[in-house]
């Protein structure tokens, strides 16, 4: 159990058997009245957001959340399959859970799932991949100085914006978490 006198940033915890992240806190005492914690915090599960003021003496579950580092092994067109790596356990999950990740996943890259109460909940790709262009529209030629930008498709199926002198066969370094073009690899 953590009251809320102890929240701090990052903390996870339960509140009727949902797991929530602390985003933000602030401990408050004001001049009359009892002292309070105004926090924000995040739902793990469907990512929403809410802020409620808690008393600092209330105590709450704490929730454990099982990080992995999984191998995507394939997809059968419905399901998407993933192995942990220490055990060789295989777990399908459904493109809902996945559909993020997926876009810069190749069969047997590295992914990181998480977990609570055994059920995955979230799946992260690495984040910096490099993948293969594979459609790019030629560049024009001499058009280097602006600032502009055009879509290419990766092979992963993912479009990314990228400058107009990258080309098809191209590989390219991405920054998953902002789905920016970094460099040519």
């Known amino acids: 159990m953590v009251s809320a ?4 940033k ?5 509140i009727n058997g949902e797991p ?31 802020e409620e003021a808690f008393n600092p003496s209330e105590k709450f579950p ?9 191998q ?23 493109h809902e859970e996945v559909e993020e990740a ?18 995955c909940f979230q799946v992260d790709a690495p984040n910096f991949v490099i993948l293969t262009v594979v459609e790019a529209e030629p560049g024009v030629k001499g058009d280097t100085a602006s600032n502009t930008t055009k879509k290419v498709k990766v092979e992963t199926g993912a ?11 191209d590989k390219i370094k991405i920054d998953t978490r902002s789905d920016e073009y970094l460099s040519r690899a």
């Open 72 to 94: 995507f092994l394939y997809s059968d067109g419905e399901l998407y399959y993933f192995m942990d790596n220490e055990t060789f356990d295989q777990i399908p999950l459904h």
């Open 159 to 169: 479009y990314i914006d990228v400058p107009l002198f990258v080309e098809e066969g």
């Open 102 to 119: 997926i876009r810069y996943l190749r069969e047997n890259d590295t992914a990181t799932l998480k977990f609570y109460k055994g059920k």
């Open 5 to 8: 006198s102890e929240f701090r």
């Open 10 to 14: 990052g903390m996870t915890f339960e």
């Open 20 to 50: 929530f992240v602390i985003i933000d806190f602030q401990h408050v005492k004001p001049g009359k009245g009892a002292a309070f914690v105004r926090t924000k915090y995040k739902s793990l599960i469907s990512g929403a957001t809410r």
């Open 62 to 70: 704490k929730a454990h959340i099982e990080t992995k580092e999984m």
